[in-house]
């Protein structure tokens, strides 16, 4: 099983940038698709990006050309690079994995191994 662990965020002005890292440890990393999802205040989790180990990605209608998702399969690590962010970008960011087989779909039950998340405040 994979084990999942995000870091990189914190407390970003609108505008700014903030780049997420989700590490994983398991042998299983490259035959997994990678998703990064955001729970709001008050709101359902929802998907935000998603990459399969040949690196083709897939985002949200919210954050795309805002953000990019990468992978470095040597290190085990998906990052999340955010730019132009906004207060409704606030939440707690989670990365979660996938058999690739499912394919690249930003639906939380397709995925089975998840991180315990990392805040992500946009305020001046």
């Known amino acids: 099983q994979l084990q999942l662990v995000e870091s990189g965020g914190g407390l970003v002005q609108p505008g700014g940038s903030l780049r997420l890292s989700c590490a994983a440890s398991?042998?299983?990393?490259?035959?997994?698709?990678i998703g990064w999802f955001r729970r709001a205040p008050g709101k359902e989790r929802e998907g935000v990006s998603c990459?399969?180990?040949?690196?083709?990605?897939k985002y949200a209608s919210a954050v795309k050309d805002r953000f990019t998702i990468t992978r470095d399969n040597a290190k085990n690590t998906v990052y999340l690079q955010m730019n132009s962010v906004k207060p409704e970008d606030t939440g707690v960011y989670y990365c979660?994995?996938?058999?690739?087989?499912?394919?690249?779909?930003?639906?939380?039950?397709?995925?089975?191994?998840w991180g315990q998340g990392t805040q992500v405040t946009v305020s001046s």
């Open positions: 979660a994995s996938a058999p690739v087989w499912r394919g690249l779909f930003l639906s939380s039950p397709l995925y089975d191994n």
């Open positions: 398991g042998v299983t990393f490259n035959s997994r698709i």
């Open positions: 990459i399969n180990s040949g690196g083709v990605s």
